[in-house]
Every structure is written in C-alpha cells, then in structure tokens.
C-alpha cells in the first residue's frame, strides 16, 4: 500500500494473471484463483485483469477516492468491488489485530516484524520469477460468505473449539497468545480439536505458514456479511495453497463459502515493472 500525500489514504495495485495477456513475463505461479473444494465462485465477482486496493481511516473518503479513480484511466471497466472495514482495528505486539464477524479477534497468526513479515511476503531472487518480480508479492483475496446467524446459535466453548483459540486470542491449552501452544502434548485432540482450524491452519507453530495476511469483515445486508480474506506471500503453492489444502475437512467448513475473489501480483516499489508488463 502506498499512501497518497495529504489524503490520508493509501493505495495498493495488484496484477491478475489476463493482465500479461497481451504481452510481459508473467510471474510463474500467477493465473486465475482455482475453485478449491467448498467454493462456489461467482465469475462476476472473481478474478480481473488489476486490482486496485484503496484504505483509510474513514468510509466516506475511501468511496469518494473510488469514484474518482475509475474515470481516471481510460478504457478501465469496474469488474467487481466489494467494502470492507476492520472491527476493533488495533495493533499489539506489532502485530495488526481486528475482531471478525464470528466474534473473534484475528490476526496474532502474523509475525511481529517486518523483517518477518517481507521474508514471508516478497519474493527473493533465484526462486524462478522474472527478475522484475524480485520484491513483488503474490496477493490473494477470498470473498467468504459466513454463516453468523447459524454460528450465533453455537456456544462460545464450541466455538473456541471449531476455532482452536479462545475468543480473545489466548489457546485452549493455556498458553498465552504471545506463546505457542504445545500441540504434541496434545495428540488426541483433547484440548485443541484436531480438526480446528489453527491445527489444521499450522499444525506446528514453530514452523507458521509463510504468508502474511491482512483481512477485513464485509456487510452488504440481508444476512450477507463475511469476510475479505486478503494475504500475501512469496510463494502461492508452500504459502495460501498449502494451508487450503490442509483446511479441507475443518470443522469450520460448514460456516463458510467462498464466493469470489482472485489472484494477484502486487509489483516492487518502482515502475521498472511497466517496462515489463508491456514488453512483447
């Protein structure tokens, strides 16, 4: 994200797989986001040549900057779009935090730093990107419908078991939520179900999934509120897709269905990338 002078807003690009269409060095994982198992994705809601991420402290700024971006750029058509906001947004242990529509506060999964965070999230040279990628992430974002009402009628203690956390954040073993809960001690899944969605999300905490992620809640009315799951990372298939492949079969599952949303490539800082995306 890169913030616009004076505004208070700060704007991300990310590039989908029909941008290199025409031409450029596309980097070698990006293509349009698979159906994965639960999904049921509207394609006019999905995908898209870039993506254009706007934030900012108030609602009203975002939406006028919007609508002044679009007509910017001749030739751009709005796919799709959707508005979303953070609940209790805050920062502890420099780490971002929000609360979800399910109650629950998320986000301790990211690391502290930023030295963390940018090994996790950009690509490095000699993985097999073009070297205008080098300093690039790949962005996924998830569009997931969630099932408030049906999880509302859940006790909080089911909940935190589907979930493997308490509501706040601590783990259901006792460790608190800046330790790492001892899941071997645990091998039955007395404590922390095996099919709760942190077990199954990183299953050994000493070894967290590299990616990073960034997500916020939706309300578009009429019982249709969910999440924008948004992380980025270096490497799609050891980083989103390794953890979806594992999630197959939580017992969250029936509380969610993801219905749009796409991959993207968010280029490094500079315009050397231009040269490349038009290059014949």
């Known amino acids: 994200m890169r913030a616009l002078d004076g505004a208070g807003l700060a704007v991300g690009v990310g590039l989908g797989a029909g941008a290199f269409e025409v031409g450029g060095t596309r980097p070698r994982q990006l293509v349009d986001m ?20 706007v934030a900012g402290d108030r609602a ?38 929000a609360r979800n529509p399910f109650h629950f506060t998320e986000g301790f999964g990211n690391p502290a730093g930023d030295r963390e965070s940018a090994d996790r999230a950009l690509v490095r040279a000699g993985q097999g990107e073009p070297e205008w990628a080098v300093g690039g992430s790949y962005q996924v974002v998830r569009i997931i419908r969630l099932a408030a009402e049906l999880w509302d009628k859940d006790s909080v203690s089911e909940q935190e078991r589907i979930i493997g956390r308490r509501r706040e954040g601590r783990w259901l073993d006792g460790a608190p939520t800046d330790e790492e809960p001892n899941f071997a001690a645990d091998p039955e899944g007395r404590l922390t179900p095996l099919d709760s969605h942190v077990r199954l999300a990183a299953p ?28 980025f990372q270096r490497d799609l298939a050891k980083g989103f897709e390794a953890v979806q492949k594992r999630l197959a079969g939580e017992a969250m599952a029936k509380y969610l269905l993801t219905t749009g949303g796409g991959y993207y490539f968010v280029p490094p800082p500079g315009d050397h990338w231009i040269d490349a995306l038009l290059q014949a």
Do not use: I, K, M
Not at 60 to 79: H, K, S, T
Not at 206 to 229: A, E, I, Q
């Open 34 to 53: 698979p159906s994965f198992p639960g999904d049921l994705l509207d394609p006019a809601r999905s995908h898209g040549d870039v993506l254009v991420q």
């Open 60 to 97: 009203v700024d975002v939406r006028a900057a919007v609508e002044r971006l679009l007509p910017a750029v001749p030739g751009w058509r709005e796919r799709w779009r959707v508005e979303g906001f953070r609940a209790e947004n805050r920062e502890e242990g420099g780490r971002g935090l």
């Open 204 to 231: 050994d905490r000493r070894d967290p999934p590299p990616l990073v992620r960034r997500s916020y809640s939706y309300d578009r009315g009429d019982g249709d509120t969910g999440l924008v799951f948004s992380c």
